[in-house]
């Protein structure tokens, strides 16, 4: 079903407003329901004009951040700065954005133009920061600021709006830019600070493209600071506007596609789907629906069952009237299952469970029945912390007659231990079905995959032959890692030309410093030397799990302690200095999110070339390609180093409909910066080889 810009199931819930009439005469009243989209689907007119409405979402709250440019100044500039520059140009009758880019401590040199009315000028010590964010010639807006708090987005879009925006007599908002990826940022911050938003192209009378968004701001929520265009904004009414709704016009039946539940920790359970922030309701029942469905049909197929048992597709429910039973899915909400008298509970997926609150509620609930049945069925999942694997080591326990309890039935189909995992022969243990229901050739393309592809081989594990893993799409083959650890002395280094890798990462835990250096005559041959950082007190912190780990490579020298509990930069800059001095640093790479900004500035003026790298798919792809491909041919020598070794096989990763990888810290079993500082240092690196030559340049065409 296409649904107000969203897709989703007949059965999904969305939680509305909907338009009836209380009695007879009466005037309409709206009141909040839960509703299926196949209800909406059956009803979405009343009197003929739509029924349902969605309330526009409040605004997207994050902590405050600390931004490397003012927000209100970054939004001046975006709005009407130089491209190439810090320098702006505004009406001499806005002055007023100059007096409030000084009141934010910037200095503001203008240049008078009489002609035009004009005022060209330069907002000092802002054009290197540009850089650093990759805006020169790049205009948008960087994710921290999308990232940051209500009041420095709603500064930001005041900047913006002071200069490229207006508001007409009716109280409608404008913001209009000939940079297509700016005017789309531009939307989707308004949509995150709860605005009704609309972006449409902008007649141009045959000159360059251009965007407008248009969208309505009430007097007490100024998104002006320039007085003349703020006192246009109109003053609320008291009562419900078209801009605090979307309505419901349409539900239409489109092609079905691969869908899957989420899970959303939230009181009201509610959560905000499609570019456009609808809220909607949160889907942990489908997980569920999908046991009742084969259910449903099996009730269906049997006249037997058919006679004894009501079927209520719409609204999820079998039940049995004279024994006042019913079989009805439920959601993995813990916080609303209390009160269950529950004779049969089926638990699917049980490794997706983040808590073992769910089953700790059933279990409970069960309390009141003499011969209650509790069903879990999974595959293996990879938190060895969880319900889950708690109760795989019970059952295997059982199975290995080690834990006695006749109340307790296992089964669990998996490869044995020393079982080579691509052996088709090993593959039935863990698929009963293999040849029926689980065909072979999609086993053998998916296993092939996974022998090329390190990122796909603990997905197969863990779906198809059923074992339990570190981390979910595994990156690196330690295998393959340890088989080129190499010898890398550090003196033999000196002088020989190396690129960089900072990943400052948490202040409140490890950063990595990574250099590599190509060999002369094989520059894809690289060694590879990190240092690593951790605050002291991450070493005696008990929730630390790390902890012994870490104490034992500070003793070994692969972990330099800073002193208190958090990361101190100067002992960074210093160490990054220090080598610059003793080998032939070329540049780096420094991770370009605000915590990094400071430092990179204070080493681009001790004369260092440092260069802001992002760590999304754009920036990551072509690094992490390459990476994997010299690890493969392996060229990477990393002497062996344990800190970077325990991080090689934490690394987990992210890949895009393209088939390209980013690391993927939140996934990662453990800490992984020290990969990502080598991936970023092996992007300088890459940068500086020569293009390979053709054979056929050296050789020319052979002709047979």
Not at 490 to 506: F, N
Request: proline content about 4%.
């Amino acid at each position: 079903m296409s649904f107000a810009g969203c897709s989703a199931t007949d059965n999904h819930l969305w939680t509305v407003e909907k338009r009836y009439t209380p009695r007879k005469g009466a005037s309409q009243k709206y009141k909040t329901v839960t509703v299926s989209t196949d209800e909406i689907a059956r009803s979405v007119t009343y009197g003929g004009r739509p029924r349902y409405r969605i309330k526009v979402a409040d605004p997207l709250r994050f902590d405050p951040k600390p931004l490397p440019i003012d927000p209100y100044v970054l939004g001046v500039w975006l709005g009407d700065g130089r491209n190439n520059r810090g320098a702006i140009v505004i009406e001499k009758g806005d002055l007023e954005i100059v007096r409030e880019i000084e009141k934010r401590g910037y200095a503001f040199s203008p240049h008078y133009s009489a002609k035009q009315n004009l005022v060209y000028g330069t907002i000092l010590g802002i054009r290197t920061v540009l850089r650093q964010m990759g805006l020169i010639e790049n205009k948008h807006i960087p994710d921290v600021y999308k990232m940051a708090s209500v009041e420095q987005r709603m500064d930001l879009l005041r900047g913006l709006m002071d200069t490229d925006g207006t508001v007409t007599k009716s109280g409608e908002c404008r913001f209009v830019s000939t940079c297509k990826r700016l005017a789309r940022d531009v939307y989707e911050l308004l949509l995150g600070l709860g605005f009704k938003a609309h972006i449409r192209p902008a007649p141009t009378n045959g000159r360059s493209d251009a965007w407008i968004i248009t969208f309505k701001a009430y007097h007490d929520r100024p998104v002006f600071c320039l007085s003349r265009k703020r006192e246009r904004q109109i003053r609320r009414n008291g009562l419900s506007t078209k801009a605090q709704y979307r309505w419901i016009v349409a539900v239409e039946e489109v092609e079905p596609r691969p869908a899957r539940c989420i899970a959303v920790d939230s009181p009201s359970h509610l959560f905000l789907a499609g570019d456009r922030l609808i809220p909607t309701h949160n889907t942990k029942r489908d997980q569920a629906k999908i046991v009742w469905d084969e259910a449903a049909n099996m009730v269906k197929r049997s006249p037997a069952l058919a006679k004894r048992v009501k079927v209520l597709s719409g609204k999820a429910n079998m039940h049995i009237t004279e024994t006042r039973s019913k079989f009805e899915p439920l959601g993995a909400d813990a916080d609303t299952l209390d009160g269950l008298n529950v004779h049969g509970a089926i638990v699917d997926e049980l490794h997706a469970h983040k808590t073992r609150a769910v089953w700790d509620v059933l279990e409970t609930a069960t309390g009141a029945r003499r011969q209650p049945l509790m069903f879990a069925i999974t595959t293996a999942g990879t938190d060895q912390n969880s319900i889950c694997y708690e109760l795989h080591e019970y059952a295997a326990g059982i199975l290995k007659g080690t834990v006695q309890d006749d109340t307790f039935f296992a089964y669990i189909a998996t490869i044995d231990e020393g079982d080579d995992w691509a052996d088709p022969k090993a593959w039935a243990k863990a698929n009963p079905n293999l040849g029926v229901s689980v065909k072979l050739d999609d086993l053998e393309r998916k296993c092939e995959k996974a022998k090329k592809l390190p990122a796909a081989q603990n997905t197969f594990l863990r779906l198809h032959l059923n074992v339990w893993t570190q981390q979910v799409n595994r990156w690196i083959d330690l295998a393959l890692w340890d088989e080129q650890a190499g010898i890398v002395v550090e003196e033999e280094l000196r002088g020989r030309i190396c690129y960089g890798g900072l990943d400052l990462s948490s202040v409140q835990d490890i950063t990595a410093w990574v250099l590599v250096f190509p060999h002369e005559d094989d520059p894809e041959t690289v060694d590879v030397l990190c240092r690593f950082w951790v605050p002291e007190a991450r070493l005696h912190d008990d929730h630390n799990r790390y902890r012994d780990q870490y104490r034992a490579w500070a003793r070994q020298g692969y972990l330099k302690v800073i002193p208190g509990n958090v990361i101190d930069y100067s002992f960074i800059k210093a160490q990054v200095l220090k080598d610059a001095q003793t080998f032939r640093l070329v540049d780096l790479n420094i991770d370009r999110l605000f915590q990094s900004h400071q430092l990179a500035v204070e080493l681009m003026e001790e004369g260092l070339t440092v260069v802001g790298m992002g760590q999304g798919f754009t920036s990551m792809a072509a690094p992490m390609k390459e990476f994997g491909r010299r690890l493969l041919a392996r060229k990477i020598r990393h002497g062996g180093n344990p800190v970077l070794r325990w991080m090689a096989d934490n690394v987990a990763v992210k890949q895009d409909a393209a088939g390209n990888l980013k690391p993927d810290k939140a996934s990662s079993q453990g800490k992984i910066d020290g990969i990502v500082a080598l991936v970023m240092a092996l992007d300088r690196a890459m940068r500086h080889e020569q293009p390979r030559r053709s054979v056929y340049e050296e050789r020319g065409i052979l002709t047979l």
